[in-house]
Structure formats: structure tokens, C-alpha cells
């Protein structure tokens, strides 16, 4: 699958398996992203905010996510009949993925990987696992829980066309878009692209992911707040 680099992904959608907390979110990186984000459109009225972004190895911006909703909290053992049940905890995350192709470093050194929309599906799906880990585990059993759900987000997310994903027309700046889209016992997860030149992936639960529409963010600022 071509992807941003694993290691890079994973970081920017959970820091040893927890979520980052909001004192260490800033602007600063998504203003000097070189690509336009994306969140829900204005149908949604609730809270927005950062939550980090992901850079390849010569310091470029090349995704990130923004919430919007409750806050997730990390669940232990988190099942979808709890999800439909817990009524104060309903998110969903938008992941704004810059469409680039194989490319040369910045220095010179090396090649950066490719981008698609199976980056997006995959950084969609990582990012709900940062917040469904089994905390009650033992230190080591969490980090092969992790290790044995962060393959299967790759796996599926390289199969984008498989039985697990269904497809989901939602509007983007207006216009109808394709999304490939499934849901686990986590939450759901979506992808697409956009004419803007990025792909946008997407993770909820406690929200239909039917009802949602996407544009591009006018004032990034404005989710710092």
C-alpha cells in the first residue's frame, strides 16, 4: 500500500497508546500545512478541536486530524451495544491526508512514500484504536493488542475494495462524494478524497456517520479556541 511511513502514522494517532492531552495540541503545525484541512461542514454545530498532525521525515506537514463533539475517552472493552447506550460521549474525527506522490526529501537524502486514500482509511482506523485499547491489560499484552490491531487496520485499509468496507455517498464542499466505509465494535471509520488534492478520512462513534458532510476548514484558529 503506498502510505505515509507507519512509525509517523502511528504516532500522530496515539503516543503509546493513549490520546495526547489538549494541553499539547497548538495551531502552529496546521498553519504551516501546505494543503487545506477538512472537518464537518457547518451542519454541525458542536465543538471543534485540534488534536495533532503528522510530518514526513524532512519536517513537511502531511496529515492531521481535528475533532469535533465529545472529547473520547479511552474505553476498556468498549462494545458496540455500550456505544449506543453511552449517550454522553458522541465524536467524530476528521483526518486530512496531502495527496503527494513518491517524492524526493527536502535534503536530497531519500524518497518519501505516496499518499492514497487507503493512508486515510488507515490513519482513521489507528486513531479509533488510540481511543478503544483494553487499559485493564497487563503493560505488554496491551502493547500486542495494539500491535495485533494496528496490522489488521493496515490490512483492511489496504483492501479498500474488500467485503468489509461498504460504500457511502456523503457531500464534500457540496458535491456528493464516495466513501469507503465500515464500522467495527470500536466505532466507524471512513475515506475518501477530495477535489482539493487531499484525502480525508474519518472515525466516530455515538455519531452517524451517515448524517455527516465535509469542507475545507476557513480558519484553522478557530478550532484552537
Known amino acids: 500500500m503506498e502510505t505515509t511511513s507507519r512509525a509517523v502514522a502511528q504516532a500522530s494517532a496515539a503516543e503509546d497508546g493513549r490520546p495526547v492531552p489538549s494541553g499539547r495540541r497548538t495551531v502552529d503545525g496546521y498553519l504551516s500545512a501546505p494543503f487545506p484541512w477538512y472537518g464537518l461542514d457547518e451542519a454541525f454545530t458542536g465543538r471543534r478541536w485540534l488534536m495533532q498532525v503528522g510530518a514526513a521525515a524532512d519536517g513537511v506537514v502531511e496529515?492531521?486530524?481535528i475533532g469535533h463533539g465529545?472529547?473520547?475517552?479511552?474505553?476498556?472493552?468498549?462494545?458496540a451495544q455500550q456505544a449506543?447506550?453511552?449517550a454522553k460521549e458522541k465524536f467524530a474525527v476528521t483526518v486530512t491526508v496531502a495527496a503527494n506522490?513518491?517524492?524526493?526529501s527536502a535534503d536530497g537524502t531519500g524518497l518519501l512514500e505516496a499518499t492514497s486514500v487507503s493512508s486515510a482509511a488507515w490513519l482513521a482506523g489507528v486513531g479509533l484504536l488510540s481511543f478503544t485499547?483494553?487499559?485493564q491489560m497487563d503493560h505488554s499484552l496491551?502493547?500486542?493488542w495494539l500491535e495485533q490491531q494496528t496490522e489488521t487496520?493496515?490490512?483492511?485499509a489496504d483492501d479498500l475494495d474488500g467485503p468489509d468496507?461498504?460504500?457511502?455517498?456523503?457531500?464534500?464542499d457540496g458535491v456528493p462524494t464516495p466513501f469507503h466505509y465500515r464500522e467495527s465494535e470500536f466505532g466507524w471509520v471512513l475515506a475518501g478524497s477530495t477535489r482539493a488534492g487531499v484525502h480525508v478520512g474519518a472515525y466516530g462513534r455515538g455519531m452517524s456517520a451517515y448524517g455527516l458532510g465535509f469542507a475545507a476548514v476557513e480558519d484553522i484558529t478557530a478550532y484552537a479556541s
Open 153 to 156: 487496520a493496515w490490512v483492511l
Open 142 to 144: 496491551r502493547d500486542d
Open 165 to 172: 468496507w461498504s460504500t457511502l455517498s456523503l457531500p464534500v
Open 84 to 86: 449506543g447506550e453511552d
Open 101 to 104: 506522490p513518491v517524492r524526493r
Open 63 to 65: 496529515h492531521g486530524s
Open 70 to 79: 465529545d472529547e473520547p475517552s479511552v474505553r476498556s472493552e468498549y462494545t
Open 133 to 135: 485499547w483494553p487499559g
